[in-house]
């Protein structure tokens, strides 16, 4: 197994990305802490990768509030022995308002709390990965040098914030055997609400790439289990892209 005896922590794991993650970890051997703020989503994860023979704990924790996430991965660390893996996959408050017409209170609040989960979740996470000389770091999102499309509002500033910030740890972690990745995506059609008003965009998506075919859940979790095991041993500062080429590099 790829991650076997290995820890992983994922915030936002009662999500449709996240319990993806977090079941192709479990699969492969990890013993995953999921943590969120809605107990019933993180439970419902929790119990799929215990039917399944796997490990998975689950806690409460607001990734914006500092001595909540220390104090979790503090935990975590203790009761598991390490920390190996750590993934934020938290949603944006994104805006979705012309940037000229943008309150300067919203843009901000939404920054705000990119910037704040992802530094503080990267932070509890490497202060144990650096005393370890050893650990992963994934990040969800992605950035789009050639981005084109208009009205997404911080989206895509939010997504780029995020590319910036691993940038930056990946340089300051290296040293330390701690890798940092991003996975790219075009959009995952499977985690979007079956309604009908929502299918003319899940099409888009499946249209925009090369393959015809947009990446599922499944294939979230095998890249993501995949890129956080020692196979990618040699994969870090990037940004790894599963969009079936509607994002070309």
């Known amino acids: 197994m790829l991650l076997e005896n290995k820890t992983a922590v994922i915030y936002g794991g009662g999500g449709a990305i996240g319990g993806a993650m977090a079941r192709a970890f ?3 051997g990890a013993r995953v802490f999921l943590a969120g703020r809605t107990p019933a989503t993180l439970d419902a994860v929790a119990d799929d990768i215990r039917g399944a023979g796997g ?8 990734a914006l509030d500092e001595a ?65 000389g050893s650990g992963v770091i994934l990040h969800f999102g992605g950035s789009d040098a050639g981005n084109r499309m208009a ?19 990946a340089c300051e ?16 059609p499977e985690s ?10 899940k099409q888009q998506m499946v249209d925009a790439t090369l393959l015809k ?8 979790g095998r890249v993501a289990a995949f890129l956080v ?10 940004q790894v892209n599963i969009s079936a080429g509607a994002v070309v590099d």
């Open 173 to 188: 972690l290296g040293p330390h055997s701690v890798r940092v990745l991003s996975m790219r995506t075009g959009g995952i």
């Open 229 to 238: 095991s020692d196979h990618a041993a040699t994969l870090t500062s990037t």
């Open 68 to 132: 909540a996430v220390n104090g979790w991965v503090d935990s975590v660390a203790e009761t598991a022995g390490s920390v190996d893996i750590s993934v934020n996959v938290i949603a944006q408050d994104a805006v979705f308002v012309p940037m000229i017409e943008m309150p300067v209170g919203d843009f901000t609040r939404s920054m705000e709390k990119v910037a704040r989960s992802f530094l503080l979740t990267t932070q509890a996470a490497a202060r144990h990965m650096v005393k370890q």
């Open 192 to 201: 979007m609400p079956d309604v009908p008003e929502i299918a003319p965009v």
């Open 213 to 220: 075919r947009a990446a599922t859940l499944t294939d979230v």
């Open 26 to 28: 479990a699969a492969e």
């Open 55 to 62: 490990l998975a704990e689950t806690a409460r924790v607001d």
């Open 151 to 169: 009205g997404i509002g911080t989206v895509q500033i939010g997504a780029d914030m995020v590319e910036a910030m691993r940038r930056q740890w």
